[in-house]
Nanobody, 119 residues
């Protein structure tokens, strides 16, 4: 069983920064691509960023490109999301997830961490 536990959320003013962390249990963390998603009430969960198993390849939603950076430390079994120049529209619950090797779907999810950006 894989467990993902997000942390680092909170309340920040517009223009500020936060760094989310997501440590994962299990010894095969480095074999999997990982992603960050976010969701606001009444909306579907949306993709934010993803990173390959090696960390070489990263992908971003257009809405966060140039402001957010996804990274990982396989020695610590942890994926990060550095969020800079935050905007009120970035307010959401942020989730990390593991991408399954075979299906390409995200098969394990954390419980989420709230990020609130005030104007």
């Amino acid at each position: 069983q894989v467990q993902l536990v997000e942390s680092g959320g909170g309340l920040v003013q517009a223009g500020g920064s936060l760094r989310l962390s997501c440590p994962a249990s299990g010894r095969t963390f480095s074999s999997y691509a990982m992603g960050w998603f976010r969701q606001t009430p009444g909306q579907e969960r949306e993709f934010v960023a993803a990173i390959s198993w090696s960390g070489v390849n990263t992908y971003y939603a257009d809405s966060v490109k140039g402001r957010f950076t996804i990274s990982r430390d396989n020695a610590k079994n942890t994926v990060y999301l550095q969020m800079n120049s935050l905007k009120p529209e970035d307010t959401a619950v942020y989730y990390c997830a593991r991408k399954a090797e075979t299906s390409g779907e995200y098969d394990y999810w954390g419980q989420g961490t709230q990020v609130t950006v005030s104007s």
